[in-house]
Each structure stands twice: as structure tokens, then as C-alpha cells.
């Protein structure tokens, strides 16, 4: 198996819009490390992430068991660093969304195939 540290993804919201920030490869697994959000903008704007298992049906009933961040606020022109592991199996994706186009977000980690 091959380890490789990298830029997992990185994606500009769309206002309340879930968006794919990474999918694990099929016959991988990977480990994000870290992912940081910016607001671009002038105003404070919040942001969800959710971590979403290969095979899951996404739905209004079941969307909410998937977020592991919901609704935070993040200030005009600051960026959060969000610093905890999180395990990826093969075909497991990592969304965001957030209430405003100028969020900014990326995820970095190991990705292992």
C-alpha cells in the first residue's frame, strides 16, 4: 500500500448547496487531517460539514445524521482551522455547504491505496 500526503480537495461553496470537498478513491481509504474554511466575504457566514459512508441515500431525513459540523459561524475574512482525524473508507465522501458562495474550503490528509 501506498501512503500519500496531500491536498485531498478543495471546493468554493455554492450557497446552501451540499458540494463533494472529497471522494475516497475506490480501493483506498484515507485520513483528513486537517480542513480549513475562509470566508471570502465582508459579512460572517456559517458552514456545515458532513462525512457521508460509501452507499449512503442522501435525503432530508437523512442528511442530518451525516454533519459533523452544522451551522458554525465563521467571521467575515477570518478562516477556522479544523485540526481532528477523520477515517475515510473507500467511496466515502466529504461535503460541505455553507449559507454563502464565498467560503472557501480544503481538506488535507493521507490518502492510502
Known amino acids: 500500500m501506498a501512503n500519500a500526503y496531500k491536498i485531498l480537495g478543495q471546493v468554493t461553496a455554492t450557497a446552501n448547496t451540499l458540494a463533494n470537498v472529497y471522494v475516497v478513491p475506490a480501493a483506498s481509504a484515507a485520513v483528513v487531517n486537517s480542513i480549513h474554511v475562509t470566508n471570502l466575504s465582508a459579512s460572517n457566514a456559517s458552514f456545515s460539514i458532513a462525512v457521508i459512508p460509501s452507499g449512503q ?4 431525513a437523512t442528511l442530518p445524521k451525516f454533519f459533523i459540523i452544522r451551522g458554525s459561524v465563521i467571521a467575515a ?9 477523520i477515517t475515510l473508507p ?5 461535503a ?18
Not at 441515500?57 to 432530508?60: A, F, G, L, T
Request: proline share 3%; glycine share 6%; charged share 10%.
Open 57 to 60: 441515500v442522501i435525503s432530508s
Open 77 to 85: 475574512g477570518d478562516t477556522a482551522q479544523l485540526d481532528f482525524p
Open 90 to 94: 473507500a467511496a466515502s465522501v466529504l
Open 96 to 113: 460541505a455547504n455553507a449559507s454563502t458562495a464565498s467560503i472557501s474550503i480544503s481538506a488535507f490528509g493521507l490518502e492510502i491505496t
